[in-house]
């Protein structure tokens, strides 16, 4: 399996509008720049998998030269993992696909309710379960891709969800965990043994909403992946920040990076 990480920014992305920190500045250098976090999955037989449609969706898939995808992740209906949807449905009507796209039931709304207006004729909505029915026990087979949703909160009122893949013929597997306050722990039982965990992290400190580094490092310590690897960043968040843990194999992600899983 492969992946590629189209963004790694927070909702705000970085430079972050109307900042002049030395994170964003007036010319943050090229490789600070975060668009807002997607990733795209690829099996050894070809079959790819993309993570929420970010607003620089269209811009992404044309600077890294994606072809087309077959099947589309939604994590949550917040506008820096959804509003890309309009130009990833324009594109999938033009490569005449009919695509899976699936999500919890609240973000298929958020979806119809936004972009729906005219049919949504490239796309297939497939809502998920129950938020309790969700940990585990739905899978959805794309290809040889195995997709597991597994619900997390973010924040004390909302969810999100995350999605554990599994190549079904090696038998690979990774975790992307983003926008979420805490794993729980039927989620981190259903990680354990997870070769690439993927985790969003926005602030240093804790946060309501999302995880913290200092949480990041327990969920490592715990889960002991092959390789972790931290996304969905705001301005706060710098790569010696993510060395400074000092834990091995944990990495701040790059617009653009490729991983062999
Ligand atoms: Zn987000
Ligand atoms: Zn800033
Ligand atoms: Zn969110």
């Given amino acids: ?37 997607s990733l ?21 898939v044309l600077r890294l030269g994606i072809v087309t995808v077959d099947a589309l992740l ?27 796209v699936i999500a919890d039931s609240k973000t298929i709304g958020v979806i119809t309710t936004v972009f729906g207006v005219g049919g949504l004729p490239a796309v297939d909505l497939i809502p998920l379960g129950a938020l309790e029915e969700v940990s585990g026990s739905q899978v959805f087979d794309i ?14 009122k909302e969810a999100s969800v995350a999605y554990m893949l599994e190549e079904r013929g090696s038998g690979e597997r ?41 949480r990041v490092t327990d969920i490592v310590r715990q889960l002991r992946p092959k390789r972790t690897i931290l996304t969905h960043m705001s301005h706060e968040i710098t790569g010696s920040d993510v060395k400074g843990l000092g834990l091995r194999n944990v990495r701040a992600a790059e617009d653009g990076l490729r991983i062999k899983v």
Avoid: N
């Avoid at 290809?143 to 004390?156: E, F, K, L, Q, T």
């Fill in 143 to 156: 290809g040889d891709v195995r997709a597991m949703p597994m619900s997390v909160p973010h924040g004390p």
């Fill in 40 to 60: 795209l999955v690829t099996s050894c037989s070809g079959v790819s998998v993309l993570i929420d449609t970010a607003p620089e969706l269209r811009e992404q």
């Fill in 74 to 100: 939604l994590t949550h209906g917040h506008p820096d993992h959804i509003l890309g949807f309009y130009d990833f449905h324009t594109w999938m009507k033009r490569m005449a696909r009919r695509v899976p």
């Fill in 174 to 214: 990774l975790g992307y965990v983003t926008d979420c306050s805490v794993v729980p722990a039927e989620v981190m039982r259903q990680l354990e043994g997870v070769r690439l965990l993927v985790l969003g992290v926005v602030k240093k400190g804790p946060d309501e909403c999302h995880l913290s580094l200092e």
């Fill in 1 to 37: 399996m492969k992946v590629v990480f189209l963004g790694t920014g927070a909702s705000a992305g970085v430079p972050k509008l109307g900042c002049g920190c030395a994170s964003c500045g007036s010319r943050p250098a090229r490789g600070r720049r975060r668009r807002r976090s």
